[in-house]
């Protein structure tokens, strides 16, 4: 690919206290790919989304998003850019109905025809959200809620979307199934970045991985060569 990237990251350090969550980590998405960013708890995996969501600061090194620096900008400024992101645990509004929190999503418009075209697309996804709109979201299952966390994010039509482990606390048959609609998503042209702990799943559905060890970009490349490497099998996928 010779696309420019819609998303830079370069030199990245974060620390909270004396404490380095990321110690100079760089990496790119270009439009239209899936990355893949994966490594154990405490990797700074989340600390990496926070930052480019402007969700904390960092102390060294460059965020540029569509070639505008975003140091600096508050996280509301940041998804007006096009930034979504889909946060561990899901955090839906479980005590407002389905509908609510998908208007939540599409709260930033103000075209009236956009937000149907954008419940359309919606329900061809996640079908199952069209029959439950009068539904409580906090009684639905661990995997519909995030379903509808992922629903919610793409009601903002974002350009680059977020997934900070959608797996987490699913059973196994709805893990794929979550999977295969980041599948679906990336083919309708958004572009992803996933974090995700089931890193084979991860890296079969992206084209490019990062992995993170300590704060630190330890391993890269393309998701097809990082399969094959023997450390990743070892201690990503359990191979000896």
Do not use: C, W
Request: no cysteine; net charge positive; proline share 3%.
């Amino acid at each position: 690919m010779n696309q420019q990237p819609i998303l830079n990251v370069s030199n990245l350090s974060v620390f909270y206290g004396k404490v380095q969550g990321l110690g100079g980590v760089s990496l790119e998405v270009r439009p239209g790919e899936i990355i893949s960013v994966i490594g154990s708890n405490g990797a700074g995996k989340t600390t990496l989304l926070k930052a480019i969501s402007g969700l904390i600061s960092f102390q060294t090194g460059v965020i540029e998003f569509k070639q505008r620096l975003i140091k600096g900008l508050p996280a509301h400024e940041i998804t007006r850019l096009g930034i979504i992101q889909v946060p561990e645990g899901r955090q839906i509004l479980a005590e407002m109905t389905v509908l609510e929190n998908l208007e939540m999503g599409a709260y930033l418009e103000r075209d009236g025809k956009k937000v149907r075209e954008r419940f359309g697309v919606v329900f061809h996804i996640f079908p199952i959200l069209e029959g439950r709109l009068k539904q409580r979201a906090g009684s639905m299952s661990g995997g519909e809620q995030q379903m509808l966390a992922i629903a919610r994010a793409l009601m903002a039509d974002p350009e680059l979307l977020m997934l900070d482990e959608p797996s987490l606390g699913l059973a196994p048959l709805m893990v794929r199934e979550v999977f295969k609609v980041i599948q679906a998503i990336n083919q309708r042209g958004k572009t992803i970045l996933l974090v995700e702990q089931s890193a084979n799943l991860a890296l079969k559905v992206s084209q490019r991985g990062f992995i993170l060890e300590i704060g630190k970009v330890v391993l890269s490349g393309q998701t097809s060569d990082l399969l094959h490497e023997a450390q990743v099998r070892k201690i990503y996928l359990g191979e000896e």
